[in-house]
């Protein structure tokens, strides 16, 4: 049944600096990815000229998931679940990006990555064994995997690749091949300023391969040095990139928001930060709501920012049902087939 709500996109900015916006967010969300849906395939279209695939498709369900909305599966949940576990290669069990505009550069890793964890979110799980993945299920055979690619800056290693890995990471089960995963990672890492990789700071990378010590229990080397340079990286807008941001500013509060409280490191500085982009972050999103309407991807980026400013400023987001980010949940990576068939592939 479809979750009848009346609040849509683009909200009004007096709703927007209103202790309902979270809740208006969250049904202007859900009925803007009602109105993306394509019944004949199962899956969401990114907007009115990109057609359905697997990134605005997996990106939509994700977007629930964040917005903690009560109905994940609207408008039809068999036929979605269709769509998402029919885009699996049978033979391989890869999952492909679009090439064109709808992968939006993405590899196939990536994908793979994703679709794995909104299987999860709509309780399903991938139909076929990932046979692509045989060669790095030994930790002789993931350390020769990781040592293919340059992971420096401007090399041809993408943590996107890495994050492929993630659901081998969350079934397999194997400690020895989970300490070569992190070792590879680790050994990626910049000594001067504890960001990754060695050459130029990406921060989706450090917050990619933090989040993965944090999930796992760890704490990433030089934590200290991480914080160090995502506070200094942050602009006199109070964000960490150009407007209308994405991703980089996302994983940035992520960063300060998880690991500064969980080390005891320059806590009252990551909450000032923070406190500067929460006080610019409202306007920049009235301002370039059509923007975010148009991709699902960028809108799941906004989507998690304001999830996360909700857990360090609760007052300044009452909301119904609290957001949530579940990057770190290694529960949502988890593949009954890896674990179950992996082995005797």
Same mark, same amino acid.
């Given at each position: 049944m479809v979750n009848k709500t009346t609040q849509n996109l683009p909200l009004d900015p007096t709703i927007i600096h209103s202790d309902r916006f979270l809740d208006a967010l969250r049904e202007g969300l859900h009925n803007w990815s009602v109105?993306?849906? &394509? +019944?004949?395939?199962?899956?969401? #279209?990114?907007?009115?000229?990109?057609?359905v695939n697997p990134m605005s498709?997996?990106?939509?369900?994700?977007?629930?998931?964040?917005?903690?909305?009560?109905?994940?599966? &609207? +408008?039809?949940?068999?036929?979605? #679940?269709?769509?998402?576990?029919?885009?699996?290669e049978p033979d391989t069990g890869r999952i492909r990006h679009d090439q064109g505009p709808g992968g939006q550069g993405h590899c196939d890793a990536h994908?793979?990555?994703?679709?794995?964890r909104v299987l999860n979110i709509i309780g399903a799980q991938l139909l076929h064994p990932p046979r692509f993945l045989t060669p790095v299920l030994t930790p002789d055979g993931l350390a020769r995997w990781f040592d293919s690619f340059d992971w420096r800056a401007g090399g041809n290693g993408n943590h996107h690749e890495v994050l492929g890995l993630v659901p081998v990471l969350a079934s397999l089960n194997d400690p020895a091949?989970?300490?070569?995963?992190?070792?590879?990672?680790?050994?990626?890492?910049?000594?001067?300023n504890g960001a990754w990789p060695v050459g130029r700071t990406n921060i989706s990378r450090t917050f990619a391969y933090t989040t993965l010590h944090l999930a796992t229990g760890r704490?990433?080397?030089?934590?200290?040095?991480?914080?160090?340079?995502?506070?200094?990286?942050?602009?006199?807008?109070?964000?960490?990139?150009?407007?209308?941001?994405?991703?980089h500013t996302m994983d940035a509060i992520y960063v300060?928001?998880?690991?500064?409280?969980?080390?005891?490191?320059?806590?009252?500085?990551?909450?000032?930060?923070?406190a500067k982009a929460?006080?610019?972050?409202?306007?920049?999103?009235?301002?370039?709501?059509?923007?975010?309407?148009?991709?699902?991807?960028?809108?799941?980026?906004m989507t998690h920012t304001f999830g996360l400013l909700q857990e360090t400023f609760p007052n300044d987001y009452p909301s119904e049902h609290p957001y949530r980010f579940g990057w770190d949940l290694p529960e949502l990576y988890h593949s009954a087939v890896i674990t179950r068939d992996m082995r005797e592939v």
């Amino acid at each position: 049944m479809v979750n009848k709500t009346t609040q849509n996109l683009p909200l009004d900015p007096t709703i927007i600096h209103s202790d309902r916006f979270l809740d208006a967010l969250r049904e202007g969300l859900h009925n803007w990815s009602v109105a993306l849906f &394509d +019944p004949a395939t199962g899956g969401f #279209r990114q907007n009115d000229t990109i057609g359905v695939n697997p990134m605005s498709s997996t990106d939509m369900i994700w977007i629930r998931f964040a917005t903690n909305d009560q109905h994940v599966g &609207d +408008p039809d949940p068999d036929a979605i #679940r269709a769509y998402l576990q029919g885009i699996q290669e049978p033979d391989t069990g890869r999952i492909r990006h679009d090439q064109g505009p709808g992968g939006q550069g993405h590899c196939d890793a990536h994908a793979f990555w994703q679709t794995v964890r909104v299987l999860n979110i709509i309780g399903a799980q991938l139909l076929h064994p990932p046979r692509f993945l045989t060669p790095v299920l030994t930790p002789d055979g993931l350390a020769r995997w990781f040592d293919s690619f340059d992971w420096r800056a401007g090399g041809n290693g993408n943590h996107h690749e890495v994050l492929g890995l993630v659901p081998v990471l969350a079934s397999l089960n194997d400690p020895a091949w989970t300490e070569v995963f992190f070792q590879k990672i680790v050994e990626q890492q910049n000594p001067e300023n504890g960001a990754w990789p060695v050459g130029r700071t990406n921060i989706s990378r450090t917050f990619a391969y933090t989040t993965l010590h944090l999930a796992t229990g760890r704490i990433p080397p030089m934590p200290e040095k991480i914080l160090d340079t995502l506070l200094e990286l942050q602009n006199d807008e109070g964000v960490w990139e150009s407007i209308p941001t994405r991703f980089h500013t996302m994983d940035a509060i992520y960063v300060l928001t998880r690991l500064a409280p969980r080390i005891g490191y320059r806590e009252d500085d990551a909450v000032a930060a923070l406190a500067k982009a929460n006080a610019m972050m409202r306007d920049m999103f009235i301002q370039h709501q059509d923007y975010y309407c148009g991709n699902p991807h960028s809108m799941l980026a906004m989507t998690h920012t304001f999830g996360l400013l909700q857990e360090t400023f609760p007052n300044d987001y009452p909301s119904e049902h609290p957001y949530r980010f579940g990057w770190d949940l290694p529960e949502l990576y988890h593949s009954a087939v890896i674990t179950r068939d992996m082995r005797e592939v």
